[in-house]
């Protein structure tokens, strides 16, 4: 990162005067409430957990030293835990999954045209549901013999808070279902609240001086998750049901029967849930309903297309984490116009240029919006953006808010286009765009050259050293590492191992430095020393070799088993050696891969660095896997779609269990794990006399339930 402010230290709390802590800590007092707030009441925080912990840490030593100041109001005395650590958590025995999303009248052309491809189905009849996309939250209601026993929010899909007590206080979810009843059966639909409900709250909210909550869905989302059920119940929400998880058997073959038979027992279906033949008639009710949208008298923010048939819907299956068989039209993201008030150039740990546009702040769907990502070089000129542009912004979702038009007519005088640096904004060394020798074709991406000297990449990497699932030394997170890199006591990765040798000599000491305590130091050098022993999958991935993640780390950890095998191979490892070959053989492991591998091993100031590492740390072998695991040393493939798990998700899992994967059956192969649509490879298996089991099954011998 460049331009970072220079770090403003404040004071340290012991030099404060009486009457400066009492403003500090009332003001502290504020912006700690008010923070707060947003996170457990509108679920709609504003600043990192890191930033929100520091602010806390100084609210705290202010207390310690005026402990006048630590009244019974004290933030310290009443605050309650994460909302993580409320609610009891639930899994979903069929998980949550998402929609895809498409915007355009083609996109959804599109999804018909996969879906009949997919089945095959050239020109015979295939329907389609549609229903508004309600824009609340996400439940999964567990009735079993027709008894509510269980409410979920959708969490990240796997693991939802349990949130019975709350959902038994909406009026319209029923405690006992009408007709004759299955012995399980989870109805999935979106909780949400009125406009009208909403303006009441929020009036409410205003004359109790209590903060407002910026839109229905917040609200609907702080309502349900109350831990007292009480407030819950002061608060009207609604429901409605759009689909099913477990379900003991269903009560029709089609989506829109089933959503009817819901309805029969007594659940809220929204009633402009219908039937469409074609991409025609669903474009048409889409337009339809985005004019009635205001008048809804709720928020949505699209429709749902779904498969109508459910036969068809499982033999579509999922791709990732979202059906083949239905998908999300959303409406057009929210906009807003702001000025393009500079263009900051950040660095990053392989030197990457990336710019990002500084705005003056506004409000893009209820988010206040000051920054936007601008890709990089190409996506500058391709859209001619320059700095003092009127530009029109757009948040969808959760997403980085991205630059969608440079309004021409609005820029300056004078306004000159804007020149992506050649030279590296920190360091000054010559940035450059690769050309892939291959395809002769140019990097998006600018790199700074000077990796051995551009203090941005060499943060960055420090940064990732110390990173939680690298090295994992607590207590010297980002700021620490600019710290002590500005400082000049930690340049190298090798220097944090030397620091509290070389600290002891320091005048004045750490623990006399502004924003240091005794404790603090203390804290450090022991987290530091704890590191000293580390295993070599982390080493490997600790170093910041580009395309050596996590995953990459542990494949080399375990194809070498020591580091030094590994080294000796990667510095071997010139184009067309043996070497080289031996690295683009292991499974998983690319060329791309081992080309990074020898370019970082071969460069002499990278060996004499892991040569100082290696004399201060041990490294031990990479950490067992889970013993007794019935597929360790299995060789394992998997094939068709998976629905709980992504392939990467299913391969790193695999290993974690100690199982090999392969991309094809052959002899070897010892267990297929096949999803809905697999073809040869099962074939294959039959033939080969191999198991065959399903992905719920692979979860089940794998002891994850
Ligand atoms: O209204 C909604 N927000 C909504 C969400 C409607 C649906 O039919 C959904 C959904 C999320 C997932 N269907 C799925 C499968």
């Known amino acids: 990162m460049t331009k970072k402010p220079s770090h403003a230290h404040p004071a340290p709390v012991e030099q ?31 600043i990192s957990d890191a930033d929100y912990d520091a602010l806390r840490l100084r609210y705290q030593e202010l207390e310690r030293a005026f402990p006048e ?32 999303n498409v915007f355009s009248d083609e996109e959804v052309e599109d999804f018909v045209a996969r879906v009949r491809r997919f089945l095959n189905l050239r020109d015979g009849a295939l329907r389609f549901t549609f229903e508004p996309k309600i824009d609340g939250l996400s439940c999964s209601l567990r009735y079993e013999k027709g008894r509510l026993v269980q409410a979920a929010t959708r969490g990240d899909g796997y693991e939802g808070e349990d949130v019975t007590a709350n959902i038994r206080t909406v009026d319209e979810i029923p405690q006992r279902l009408r007709g004759d009843n299955l012995d399980v059966l989870e109805v999935r639909g979106e909780v949400y609240m009125t406009h009208r409900d909403f303006a009441a709250l929020n009036a409410r909210q205003k004359e109790a001086g209590k903060t407002l909550f910026a839109n229905p869905r917040n609200a609907a989302a702080g309502s349900l998750r109350q831990l007292d059920p009480k407030i819950t119940a002061s608060r009207p929400l609604h429901f409605f049901a759009y689909g099913w998880g477990e379900a003991s058997a269903l009560p029709a073959k089609t989506q829109l029967g089933v959503l009817e038979a819901l309805r029969s027992y007594g659940l809220p279906v929204n009633p402009l849930t219908t039937l469409c033949d074609s991409a025609e008639e669903m474009l048409a009710h889409y337009r339809a309903i985005e004019t009635q949208r205001a008048t809804l008298g709720y928020d949505i923010d699209g429709v749902v297309y779904k498969v109508d048939d459910i036969a068809l819907q499982e033999r579509l299956g999922f791709v990732s984490r979202a059906p083949r068989w239905a998908v999300a039209h959303k409406f057009p993201a929210e906009r807003a116009t702001t000025i393009l008030s500079d263009i900051e150039i950040q660095v990053g740990r392989t030197g990457a240029l990336t710019p990002v ?99 941005a990449q060499a943060i960055e ?97 375990r194809h070498f088993g020591d580091f030094e095998s590994l080294r000796e191979t990667a510095s071997a490892a010139a184009p067309g050696s043996d070497a080289r070959e031996r690295i683009n053989s292991i499974d998983g492991v690319g060329p791309v891969v081992a080309e990074a591998l020898h370019d970082f091993f071969a460069e002499p100031h990278n060996e004499r660095e892991i040569d100082a590492l290696l004399k201060q740390i041990t490294l031990e ?34 290993e974690r269990f100690g199982a090999h994967v392969a991309g094809s059956v052959s002899k070897k192969t010892d267990l297929v794990v096949a999803g809905p649509g697999a073809g040869s490879k099962l074939k294959k298996a039959a033939e080969l006399g191999i198991e065959v089991i399903s992905e719920d099954e692979w979860f089940a011998r794998t002891g994850q339930g």
Do not use: W
Not at 383 to 402: L, S
Not at 545 to 556: M, P, S
Not at 625 to 630: G, K, M, N, R, T
């Open 69 to 100: 100041l630590a009244t019974a109001e004290s933030l310290t005395k009443t605050v309650g835990a994460r909302p993580s650590e409320k609610f009891a958590k639930v899994k979903h025995t069929v998980p949550m999954l998402s929609l895809g």
């Open 357 to 455: 546009a500084r705005l003056e702040p506004v409000t893009v769907g209820g988010v206040v919006v000051s920054n936007a990502t601008l890709h990089n070089e190409d996506y500058i000129e391709d859209k001619d953006i320059r700095i003092g542009d009127t530009v029109v912004v757009q948040r969808a979702g959760d997403v980085i808010p991205q630059i969608v038009e440079v309004m021409k007519e609005r820029r300056p005088h004078g306004a000159k286009p804007y020149a992506f640096p050649h030279i590296c904004p920190r360091c000054g060394s010559a940035a450059l765009r690769e050309i892939d020798e291959k395809t002769g074709k140019t990097d998006a991406v600018r790199r700074c050259t000077g990796s051995l000297v551009c203090p």
């Open 16 to 46: 404060l005067t009486p009457l400066e802590a009492r403003a500090e800590h009332a003001r502290l007092h504020e912006e700690i409430a008010a923070h707060d707030r947003r996170y457990y009441q509108e679920d709609a925080p504003t």
């Open 461 to 557: 990497r420090l940064k990732h050293f110390a990173s939680r699932n690298a090295m994992d030394i607590e207590g010297l997170g980002d700021k620490q590492i600019e710290f002590f890199y500005d400082e000049g006591m930690i340049r190298t990765a090798s220097d944090i191992f030397t620091l509290a040798k070389r600290e002891a000599h320091m005048s004045p000491r750490l623990a006399e430095r502004e924003g240091y305590g005794e404790t603090s130091v203390r804290n450090l050098f022991a987290a530091i020393e704890a590191r000293r022993k580390i295993p070599v999958n982390r080493f490997i991935y600790a170093l910041g070799v580009r395309h050596v993640g996590e995953t990459n780390a542990r494949r080399l950890a």
């Open 621 to 654: 072998p990479m950490p067992a896997v889970a013993l007794a695991s019935p597929v360790a040393g299995k060789t394992v493939v998997f094939t068709g779609a998976l629905e709980r798990l992504t392939r990467d998700e299913a391969k790193a899992q695999a």
